[in-house]
């Protein structure tokens, strides 16, 4: 399959390790990849402020540069959950538009997409998943804790994650707990993101992980910012970049 691969801004800018695992997972899958590099961002942090107009404006450039896409895949739930369920709202595309649907997050892709669970990759630590809210909620990666007891399925990060060779995967309580980041929410309520952050890691590093991983590099380095001005908790590493490990795990990126 031709895949576009759409860096979100962030990730191009804090975190490239993660787009460039993400191409070698890719391609590791059999995708032929394409990026273009005059992409931007996609407008989800001015829509989340409620800058309508410029939300919508960078919402109809993204379109144009890949409505033609067979298939477009980012290293991030939130961005995917931003341009799958937020451009008709600004006019961008009419609801269930084929443009806004083809664009899948990573893990979302592989198994749900190409039916893909075995990588070939390997990563001997003990791991924690750290739930998207917009991944969970709004891209169904998962089930919510919220809709009370009954059959639960395993999300594709969960399912990718089980059949990485030598890698153990913990669960935390309340799993599904927001982290705190929330884009803006960080900024305008920074002591109450930081307490979530604070309680997030803790319960990561109760339940005996080495590394937490996730689908969104913002929550993550929301995180690793706590993990390092506190000094306690799990390091930080994306999806991608466990996929596309072999031996050990990377010193850069994410963490």
């Known amino acids: 399959m031709d895949v576009a691969l759409f860096v979100p801004c962030y990730v191009d800018q804090l975190a490239p390790d993660v787009a460039w695992a993400t191409l070698r997972v890719l391609e590791r899958a059999?995708?032929?990849?394409?990026?273009?590099?005059?992409?931007?961002?996609?407008?989800?942090?001015?829509?989340?402020?409620?800058?309508?107009?410029?939300?919508?404006?960078?919402?109809?450039?993204?379109?144009?540069?890949?409505?033609?896409?067979?298939?477009?895949?980012?290293?991030?739930?939130?961005?995917?959950a931003t341009v799958r369920h937020r451009y008709a709202e600004l006019g961008a595309g009419a609801r269930g538009d084929a443009r806004t649907q083809r664009t899948f997050e990573l893990g979302e892709f592989l198994v749900r997409k190409l039916g893909k669970v075995a990588l070939g990759a390997r990563f001997p630590y003990r791991v924690a998943v750290l739930q998207s809210c917009h991944g969970l909620r709004e891209l169904g990666l998962g089930t919510p804790s919220e809709r009370g007891p009954g059959p639960t399925e395993a999300s594709p990060t969960e399912l990718l994650l089980g059949a990485v060779e030598d890698l153990t995967l913990v669960a935390a309580e309340r799993p599904d707990e927001c982290c705190g980041f929330g884009g803006a929410f960080s900024m305008t309520h920074p002591t109450l993101s930081g307490r979530m952050g604070r309680a997030r890691l803790r319960a990561f590093a109760d339940a005996g992980a080495e590394y937490v991983t996730g689908t969104d590099v913002s929550c993550l380095l929301h995180l690793d910012g706590i993990r390092r001005r506190e000094g306690f908790g799990p390091r930080v590493i994306h999806l991608a970049e466990i996929?596309?490990?072999?031996?050990?795990?990377?010193?850069?990126?994410?963490?």
């Open 243 to 255: 996929l596309a490990n072999g031996a050990s795990p990377p010193e850069a990126g994410a963490g």
């Open 30 to 80: 059999g995708c032929r990849v394409h990026y273009d590099p005059d992409q931007t961002c996609c407008g989800q942090p001015f829509l989340n402020l409620g800058k309508r107009q410029e939300a919508r404006r960078l919402a109809e450039l993204q379109l144009r540069r890949f409505g033609e896409a067979e298939a477009v895949v980012a290293p991030s739930a939130s961005c995917v």
